[in-house]
């Protein structure tokens, strides 16, 4: 075939190979045939036959991906081309198997299409084949009405291309992968490919590493020779993912690679690979708070570092590597807290018996206890907010609801340290006035999130409304959704009251008493426990109407349990330290979660005939009767009962400090002084992420409708 004048040395020519077949064409003769011309120029040229009209070159020139992307697949053996040319015409070309001839001859290209090629390390001659390595095998099955996983497909066809201390690979405009490059080893694999290894993102998908199928074994030595310059390979290969950081080598943000491995978490830049803060995970010093979409990371060797990943999937990793998460609840109760100031620096916030210190880049304040003015704080959401105020400073600290409750605590409870011992018996008897809002919550709180969820996440005026009978199938749907759910976590949750918090209670109030009784727990401590247990009775009636309840509403809603809402982190901020909260044991987790997976726009299917129209209506009477009227009668019933009982474990404690020795009093001070400051700023907080509802929003509204409720009228005598 006789082209004419080209520009540049030819690189391929298909008519000498009769294997291409036309997959899809427009702008071009309905009966002739196309060929191919690739030249170095960079330039391409598409030959028309014409058919019964008159043949035409067409060419692009230069030519530049993705207008022009020509790849080889199915591990690089195998030439597609992907034209936009000019006058709105496009045309896709694919080959079989070439020889290895033309593979060679197609190095000549070498990734010219590529505007910025002649400034990179490494750049290979065209799209290749590259095998990634999924750390689970992704599902490519493709039910009824189902689609298979495209974000994972089994082979790419991407340039491979080193520079800036960065492998990445480059599809379309696009960079579907990169590692840093001293993050990956390499090694030879059958006559051209290599295989890389290295933890990375694609898709949503992690990787273990990929097969590069370098064309020839040339092209093969030059990527070695590229890869080997970079230095020595990682002892650790960890997974990679870019982030933002605060806090290293100066007051702004800068992107930085952050690896996760086993053993470590490392932040390098990705320009120079040098590696800009380490921390070891094993390490005792090391903290961590916020959600795994923003944290902050301290430890002595690195001040408090904050790191924002954009990535949801690598902050799911995070989140599940379980040596930061016990670093986290650590965090919370260690005294060294990480945080940022309103304008973004990031802090650590530590106490001491002189004052609280907060350091970071650019700060170093010590705050006497004695000179805070004002504690506030804003619980949130997204993010609480404690604003501290002394004569000389008016600091803001912000952090997720977590931290910066602890943080308030510590300061709080430091403050009331600076009390004398004499003080103990009267702090004792304030922990104890402020123990109703915690067993009325820590009893009867639950209910009132769940109740609140199906109102719709309503404020603290909103807690007396009734639930309303559901105007459509899908209201239904989700209210029956969120019932079924909830109620079982009320059931093993009153469960664990009726056997676990007299036991709780009594454990307290023996740590209060170690260092004055040498560990050893009073008789009359034990013997109190069987009697706060006989004070938890009333609970007892919550929990079978709480298992009727359950019944009925199984009678009722015939529910598909696998499509019932699922407790699931996809989409939400996963709060570093929030397993650790002050009470863990009393925990109701699955509540929020359903109607969060409602409110995301979740569809919940329900079947309800219209025989059990009536049975439903029952079931919101009851529950409505339950939280309306039931509840806030055995709160009180609870609360008096308890409370002598508590009044009388404050007394013979105040018995036993006074008999003690006075340097046994120092440490008994530091324990009354926290416990005091936690009853005090739990009340404050909201139990979980899920309902904003305040811990003493729900104790108040408990009271007040005790007050509301009809009582028989008793003879007064």
Same mark, same amino acid.
């Not at 084949?129 to 599902?139: A, F, L, M, N, R």
């Not at 199906?454 to 603290?460: C, K, N």
């Not at 926290?674 to 929003?697: I, K, N, Q």
């Given at each position: 075939?006789?082209?004419g004048?080209?520009?540049g040395?030819?690189?391929?020519?298909?008519?000498?190979?009769?294997?291409?077949?036309?997959?899809?064409?427009?702008?071009?003769?309905?009966?002739?045939?196309?060929?191919?011309?690739?030249?170095?120029?960079?330039?391409?040229?598409?030959?028309?036959t014409?058919?019964?009209?008159?043949?035409?070159?067409?060419?692009?020139?230069p030519?530049?991906?993705?207008?022009?992307?020509?790849?080889?697949?199915?591990?690089?053996?195998r030439?597609?081309?992907?034209?936009?040319?000019?006058?709105?015409?496009?045309?896709?070309?694919?080959?079989?198997?070439?020889?290895?001839?033309?593979?060679?001859?197609?190095?000549?290209l070498?990734?010219?299409?590529?505007?910025?090629?002649?400034?990179?390390?490494?750049?290979?001659?065209?799209?290749?084949s590259?095998?990634?390595?999924?750390?689970?095998?992704?599902?490519?099955s493709?039910?009824?009405?189902e689609?298979?996983?495209?974000?994972?497909?089994?082979?790419?066809?991407?340039?491979?291309?080193v520079?800036?201390?960065?492998?990445?690979?480059?599809?379309?405009?696009?960079?579907?992968?990169?590692?840093?490059?001293?993050?990956?080893?390499?090694?030879?694999?059958?006559?051209s490919?290599v295989?890389?290894?290295?933890?990375?993102?694609?898709?949503g998908?992690?990787?273990?590493?990929?097969?590069?199928?370098?064309?020839?074994?040339?092209v093969?030595?030059?990527?070695?020779?590229?890869?080997?310059?970079?230095?020595?390979?990682?002892?650790?290969?960890?997974?990679?993912?870019?982030?933002?950081?605060?806090?290293?080598?100066g007051?702004?943000?800068?992107?930085?690679?952050?690896?996760?491995?086993?053993?470590?978490?490392?932040?390098?830049?990705?320009?120079?690979?040098?590696?800009?803060?380490?921390?070891?995970?094993?390490?005792?010093?090391?903290?961590?708070a916020?959600?795994?979409?923003?944290?902050?990371?301290?430890?002595?060797?690195?001040?408090?570092?904050?790191?924002?990943?954009?990535?949801?999937?690598?902050?799911?990793?995070?989140?599940?590597?379980?040596?930061?998460?016990?670093?986290?609840?650590?965090?919370?109760?260690?005294?060294v807290?990480?945080?940022?100031?309103?304008?973004?620096?990031?802090?650590?916030?530590?106490?001491?018996?002189?004052?609280?210190?907060?350091?970071?880049?650019?700060?170093?304040?010590?705050?006497?206890?004695?000179?805070?003015?004002?504690?506030?704080a804003?619980?949130?959401?997204?993010?609480?907010?404690?604003?501290l105020?002394?004569?000389?400073?008016?600091?803001?600290?912000?952090?997720?609801?977590?931290?910066?409750?602890?943080?308030?605590?510590?300061?709080?409870?430091?403050?009331?340290a600076?009390?004398?011992?004499?003080?103990?018996?009267?702090?004792?008897?304030?922990?104890?006035?402020?123990?109703?809002d915690?067993?009325?919550?820590?009893?009867?709180?639950?209910?009132?999130?769940?109740?609140?969820?199906?109102?719709?996440?309503?404020g603290?005026?909103?807690?007396?409304?009734?639930?309303?009978?559901?105007?459509?199938?899908?209201?239904?749907?989700r209210?029956?959704?969120?019932?079924?759910?909830?109620?079982?976590?009320?059931?093993?949750?009153?469960?664990?009251?009726?056997?676990?918090?007299?036991?709780?209670?009594?454990?307290?109030?023996?740590?209060?008493?170690?260092?004055?009784?040498g560990?050893?727990?009073?008789?009359?401590?034990?013997?109190?426990?069987?009697?706060?247990r006989a004070?938890?009775?009333?609970?007892?009636?919550?929990?079978?109407?709480?298992?009727?309840?359950?019944?009925?509403?199984s009678?009722?809603m015939?529910?598909?349990?696998?499509?019932?809402?699922?407790?699931?982190?996809?989409?939400?901020?996963?709060?570093?330290?929030?397993?650790?909260?002050?009470?863990?044991?009393?925990?109701?987790?699955?509540?929020?979660?359903?109607?969060?997976?409602h409110?995301?726009?979740?569809q919940?299917k329900a079947?309800?005939?219209a025989?059990?129209?009536?049975?439903?209506?029952?079931v919101l009477?009851?529950?409505?009767?339950?939280?309306?009227?039931?509840?806030?009668?055995l709160?009180?019933?609870?609360?008096?009962?308890?409370?002598?009982?508590?009044?009388?474990?404050?007394?013979? &404690?105040?018995?036993? #400090? =006074? @008999? *003690?020795? /006075? +340097?046994? !009093?120092? %440490?008994?001070?530091?324990?009354?002084?926290?416990?005091?400051?936690?009853?005090?700023?739990?009340?404050?907080?909201?139990?979980?992420?899920?309902?904003?509802?305040?811990?003493?929003? &729900?104790?108040?509204? #408990? =009271? @007040? *409708?005790? /007050? +509301?409720? !009809?009582? %028989?009228?008793?003879?007064?005598?």
């Amino acid at each position: 075939m006789v082209w004419g004048a080209v520009r540049g040395r030819v690189v391929f020519d298909s008519s000498h190979h009769h294997l291409f077949v036309e997959q899809q064409s427009s702008g071009f003769s309905w009966t002739g045939s196309r060929s191919l011309l690739l030249t170095d120029q960079p330039a391409v040229y598409v030959h028309d036959t014409g058919g019964l009209g008159s043949p035409a070159i067409i060419a692009l020139d230069p030519a530049a991906d993705p207008d022009a992307t020509i790849g080889l697949a199915d591990r690089s053996t195998r030439l597609v081309a992907d034209l936009r040319l000019p006058q709105g015409r496009s045309i896709r070309l694919t080959s079989g198997e070439l020889p290895e001839p033309a593979l060679a001859a197609l190095t000549g290209l070498r990734g010219r299409l590529m505007p910025d090629a002649a400034t990179t390390d490494f750049i290979s001659p065209c799209a290749v084949s590259v095998t990634p390595w999924y750390e689970s095998e992704p599902d490519r099955s493709a039910q009824d009405g189902e689609e298979s996983d495209d974000s994972a497909p089994a082979e790419l066809m991407a340039y491979v291309v080193v520079a800036g201390g960065r492998l990445q690979l480059r599809s379309r405009g696009k960079i579907p992968l990169e590692w840093p490059v001293n993050r990956v080893t390499v090694t030879p694999a059958g006559q051209s490919a290599v295989e890389l290894r290295g933890g990375a993102l694609l898709g949503g998908h992690f990787l273990t590493g990929a097969t590069l199928h370098l064309v020839t074994p040339l092209v093969r030595r030059a990527f070695l020779a590229v890869i080997g310059s970079a230095g020595p390979g990682p002892s650790t290969v960890g997974t990679s993912a870019p982030v933002s950081v605060r806090g290293l080598g100066g007051a702004g943000a800068r992107k930085a690679d952050c690896v996760l491995s086993d053993d470590a978490l490392e932040f390098q830049s990705p320009d120079t690979q040098r590696v800009l803060a380490h921390f070891d995970l094993d390490d005792t010093h090391l903290r961590i708070a916020g959600t795994a979409e923003r944290f902050v990371v301290f430890n002595p060797a690195h001040g408090p570092v904050t790191v924002e990943c954009a990535s949801e999937v690598f902050g799911r990793r995070l989140y599940g590597n379980a040596r930061l998460r016990g670093a986290a609840e650590r965090t919370l109760t260690s005294g060294v807290l990480p945080a940022e100031l309103a304008d973004g620096r990031p802090v650590a916030c530590a106490f001491a018996p002189d004052g609280m210190r907060v350091k970071g880049s650019g700060v170093n304040l010590r705050i006497a206890y004695e000179s805070i003015r004002t504690v506030e704080a804003e619980p949130g959401p997204p993010r609480a907010e404690m604003r501290l105020t002394t004569e000389r400073t008016d600091l803001r600290i912000v952090a997720q609801a977590e931290l910066v409750q602890a943080l308030h605590t510590e300061v709080r409870a430091w403050g009331n340290a600076c009390a004398g011992a004499g003080q103990i018996p009267d702090m004792l008897r304030a922990a104890v006035g402020l123990e109703e809002d915690y067993l009325l919550y820590t009893v009867f709180g639950p209910f009132y999130e769940l109740h609140a969820a199906l109102l719709g996440d309503v404020g603290a005026d909103g807690l007396g409304a009734p639930i309303p009978p559901p105007g459509s199938p899908e209201e239904r749907s989700r209210v029956a959704a969120v019932l079924q759910v909830g109620i079982g976590e009320l059931q093993a949750h009153l469960d664990q009251v009726g056997h676990v918090l007299p036991a709780f209670l009594r454990h307290r109030d023996a740590c209060l008493l170690a260092a004055v009784t040498g560990g050893a727990e009073p008789d009359w401590l034990k013997a109190g426990e069987a009697r706060l247990r006989a004070a938890f009775a009333p609970v007892q009636r919550a929990a079978a109407e709480t298992a009727q309840l359950a019944g009925q509403l199984s009678r009722v809603m015939d529910l598909d349990p696998a499509a019932l809402p699922k407790v699931s982190y996809a989409g939400a901020a996963l709060s570093f330290g929030a397993a650790a909260l002050l009470n863990p044991v009393f925990a109701v987790s699955g509540i929020s979660q359903a109607y969060s997976s409602h409110a995301q726009g979740e569809q919940r299917k329900a079947q309800v005939t219209a025989q059990s129209e009536r049975g439903w209506a029952m079931v919101l009477d009851r529950w409505n009767a339950l939280v309306g009227t039931a509840l806030p009668v055995l709160g009180y019933v609870l609360t008096e009962n308890a409370f002598g009982l508590r009044w009388e474990s404050a007394r013979r &404690i105040g018995q036993e #400090l =006074r @008999a *003690a020795p /006075e +340097a046994a !009093r120092v %440490p008994v001070l530091r324990a009354v002084a926290r416990r005091l400051a936690t009853l005090d700023v739990m009340r404050r907080y909201p139990g979980g992420s899920g309902v904003r509802l305040r811990r003493g929003e &729900i104790a108040d509204h #408990l =009271r @007040a *409708a005790r /007050e +509301a409720v !009809r009582t %028989p009228r008793f003879l007064d005598f």
